[in-house]
């Protein structure tokens, strides 16, 4: 999984949006939406948000966890602790991303908030390379991983595939009674 399909999944995610129009409530594969009056919140999944916006049909109401006080409660819990915290929201990075790309101007200090997020996007990068790296250095045959996003774990996939292949190929080559070059690729 590549992260355009990650950022796919995410887009799946319901916001509130307060629309400038009116329409009956439309029904979709994957749910009911609506009705739609102006001036009253909808919750609607970000895709229509998104669509709604750039047709100016609507103002996107940010989802809670984006907020400075909150994010930065987050980031100083993700710099104290050595485990993994649980995120702000299992799609944070794509979702600011999006969000903040298409309707920064609905969101209140939405620069604060794309530092905030990157902060704690680099914090928790940065011990997931540390946990990496000893799991590796120690030659530990499985992990517990949790708290992380989908997101986070397809940054590091091809990285750990790759040194967990390579440590099965030296385990095998060095046992007895096996033969070198003759490991599977897993």
Not at 93 to 111: G, Q, R, Y
Request: charged content about 25%; glycine content about 4%.
């Amino acid at each position: 999984m590549d992260p355009s399909e990650v950022e796919f999944l995410a887009e799946k995610e319901i916001v509130k949006i307060i629309p400038n129009f009116s329409l009956d409530k439309i029904y979709l594969i994957g749910g009911d939406l609506g009705p739609f009056n102006p001036g009253l919140p909808v919750q609607v999944p970000v895709w229509l948000a998104l669509n709604l916006k750039q047709r100016q049909k609507c103002r996107i109401l940010p989802p809670e966890w984006m907020d400075v006080d909150k994010l930065e409660e987050v980031r100083e819990m993700e710099r104290k602790d050595e485990a993994f915290t649980p995120p702000p929201n299992s799609y944070y990075m794509e979702l600011t991303k999006l969000l903040l790309n298409h309707a920064s101007d609905n969101i209140p200090k939405a620069d604060e908030i794309r530092t905030l997020v990157k902060d704690i996007w680099d914090t928790r990068v940065a011990k997931l390379r540390l946990s990496a790296d000893s799991f590796i250095s120690q030659q530990e045959a499985h992990a517990k991983l949790d708290n992380l996003t989908l997101m986070e774990i397809n940054t590091t996939r091809s990285f750990l595939l790759d040194s967990l292949n390579c440590m099965y190929k030296l385990r095998s080559n060095m046992q007895p009674g096996s033969s070198a070059g003759k490991a599977l690729d897993y």
